[in-house]
């Protein structure tokens, strides 16, 4: 688990932004839960996101998929612009997949009918065809022979690989991740860990919000510290571990390493 | 005998699997732990057995060994009788057995009944089980029936007219019942998706709806049926008693429904609805693919329960005058050849409403299990 080699890193850094967020706010009710969000994403980056709970990382990525709506500033998702307008959500929606941190699988289907359902019905694919690109993907997340199961007969691990697969099988453009280890036994984690790995060298753009460090380092192009709803520091990864600027960020991580 | 296991000896990560003690399973076992515990359980054993024996005997006797099946009045049954009541005189029932089925529907046109009770029964196989070849159209063929019903019993259409008046007994009782349950559900699915709208209009017309049908009770929805509705309707326009009735009937049973399946659906973890958006389904797809059959699943003993509720308050219409089952056999009761008979009256109709709403019960539990897909998220 190299850092991403700089042929790569400068690739991405000359690709167009694919996500972009300018002047962002959200409230929650009276709650101020995000301030003034900037940010920029090219095609093909790999981002993570850690801070303390409540500190509005998952709110974040979930208004990148309109979960949540912002009240202020813009985001616009490779072009489109994220507003009430429900054909730009729609379309948004298609190009951006979503893994959750409870995996919420479908429990009345079959892994097979989780993975198919979205290609049938959202993208009007045939049954055949959106089976047998349903069995490549679960080939990819190396859970094939579980096609037939119900998610409740699989492990955790399994469920969250079922779910990468699901988000996969819509040919997203963007990857997004709200804490996808952090319901897991910790024996679980690595076989998470390691599809997500593969994914990021198959070149995704892919925001993380973790706080799995050894990812980071691994695949990430830029980790993001967020503090009380505010993007307080980001960095690449190295400097960011070795060379943090802010004092928060400092104790956050002091809190995360050494325990 | 656990610690007897472990002192012969199995190393660490080679102890089998071992049978449980041999007193704790199987028939002596069931007997022991549920019958015999304590002494309390021991005492209440007895006292049941003694009840048991002390009611049943005479019991059976009286409904079915000592019973009359065939004769032309009471006087005659209890002739037959080694003392008067000594057993039941089902020939009373069996005698008015075509009545309390077809009510007053003209003789002639019966078949048009038995047809109709036939396809009922398609109708219902057709939408419980699921290895049937063509399964959708027999969908669509359940989903025309009540149409078809209706046409075959009132006629019209090429079929001698008969007027609803003429409907009565069980035949009116199965009518009341099917219909309510069959447009209440999509009713009350829809009442309760409408009272989770996010439109505030929609969502106040439901709540308002359900809550104002909720708060009266069925007798005083079906007097307004029955004289107040006149009022509201053009003047020398007539509409029929009967469908007023099955209007309000339906309108009640869907408040109801709607209000168990909004509880289905809270019972949903927010994560479904958000992996469902996540993927790009729309609301209605999201709906019927993922949240509904999720959330009915979940209803499923509530709304049982209030169709069974439906079908024993069909009853009730007897107030405004229409015969049903019960009426009809109450009516009977006032023959003088029959006076005095109502036992085996009223134990005929609870037994024709327990087969009934115990069928629902168990296919319902049947229904559950089959669903069961091992999880719970």
């Known amino acids: ?259 | 005998m656990a610690q007897n296991h472990t002192a012969q000896g199995y190393a660490p990560g080679t102890h089998p699997d071992l049978p449980p003690p041999v007193r704790t399973t199987g028939p002596v076992g069931w007997i022991r732990a549920n019958l015999l515990s304590s002494p309390l359980n021991i005492t209440l054993t007895l006292l049941c057995a003694w009840l048991l024996w002390s009611v049943l005997p005479p019991a059976l006797n009286w409904a079915l060994f000592d019973a009359i099946w065939s004769a032309t009045d009471r006087k005659d049954c209890w002739a037959q009788m080694d003392e008067p009541r000594a057993g039941a005189c089902w020939a009373f029932i069996r005698g008015s057995f075509r009545l309390f089925i077809y009510g007053w529907y003209p003789e002639p046109e019966r078949w048009r009944v038995n047809i109709a009770f036939i396809l009922l029964v398609l109708a219902i196989v057709g939408v419980l089980r699921d290895s049937l070849p063509g399964k959708k159209y027999w969908l669509w063929f359940a989903v025309a029936f009540p149409f078809i019903g209706a046409w075959l019993i009132v006629g019209g259409f090429g079929l001698t007219p008969v007027g609803t008046q003429k409907l009565g007994g069980i035949l009116l009782t199965v009518i009341i019942g099917v219909t309510g349950i069959t447009f209440s559900l999509p009713l009350g699915i829809a009442l309760a998706l409408g009272r989770r709208s996010k439109l505030p209009a929609l969502r106040a017309v439901c709540v308002i709806f359900i809550e104002f049908i909720r708060g009266v009770p069925l007798i005083t929805l079906l007097f307004v049926a029955s004289t107040m509705l006149t009022y509201f309707l053009p003047p020398g326009s007539t509409f029929d008693l009967l469908m007023r009735v099955l209007i309000m009937v339906t309108l009640f049973s869907a408040a109801y429904i709607a209000e168990v399946v909004r509880g289905g659906l809270q019972g949903l973890s927010s994560g479904q609805y958000e992996a469902a958006d996540s993927l790009g389904l729309t609301y209605w797809k999201a709906h019927r693919l993922i949240i509904l059959p999720q959330a009915l699943k979940i209803s499923i003993p509530g709304i049982v329960n209030t169709f069974i509720g439906l079908y024993k308050d069909s009853v009730l219409v007897l107030i405004i005058g229409m015969m049903d089952i019960l009426g009809l056999g109450r009516a009977r009761l006032n023959d003088p050849d029959w006076l005095g008979l109502a036992p085996e009256l009223y134990l005929f109709i609870a037994l024709f409403f327990f087969l009934c709403c115990f069928s629902m019960a168990r296919y319902s539990l049947s229904l559950e299990k089959k669903l069961e897909t091992g999880h719970a998220q």
């Open chain 1, 1 to 259: 688990m190299n850092n991403p080699d700089d042929t790569q890193n400068n690739a991405v850094e000359l690709a167009e932004p694919i996500i972009t967020i300018n002047g962002m706010h959200k409230w929650f009710g009276d709650f101020h839960v995000l301030k003034n969000i900037n940010l920029e994403v090219r095609r093909g980056e790999r981002i993570v996101i850690c801070g303390p709970s409540g500190s509005g990382k998952s709110t974040l990525i979930r208004c990148i998929n309109r979960l949540e709506e912002h009240q202020q500033g813009t985001i616009t998702v490779d072009g489109t612009e994220l507003t009430r307008d429900l054909k730009n959500i729609e379309i948004v929606r298609s190009e951006v997949g979503m893994v959750f941190q409870q995996f919420n699988l479908f429990p009345h289907l079959t892994v097979l009918e989780n993975v198919t359902l979205a290609p049938i019905w959202v993208r009007k694919m045939p049954r055949a065809e959106a089976e047998e690109s349903a069995m490549q993907y679960l080939e990819r997340v190396k859970i094939p022979e579980q096609a037939l199961k119900y998610p409740g007969q699989l492990s955790g691990g399994q469920q969250q690989r079922v779910a990468i697969a699901r988000s996969l099988c819509m040919n997203p453009r963007i990857m997004l991740f709200d804490e996808p280890t952090s319901a897991l036994d910790p024996e679980m984690i690595k076989e998470v860990l390691d599809v997500m790995i593969e994914l990021a060298e198959s070149g995704m753009t892919m925001l993380v919000v973790t706080h799995e460090m050894g990812f980071a380092t691994a695949v990430a192009h830029r980790v993001i510290f967020m503090d009380g709803g505010e993007i307080i520091e980001e960095k690449p990864p190295q400097e960011f571990f070795e060379s943090p600027d802010h004092e928060r960020t400092k104790l956050f991580l002091s809190q995360i390493l050494h325990h």
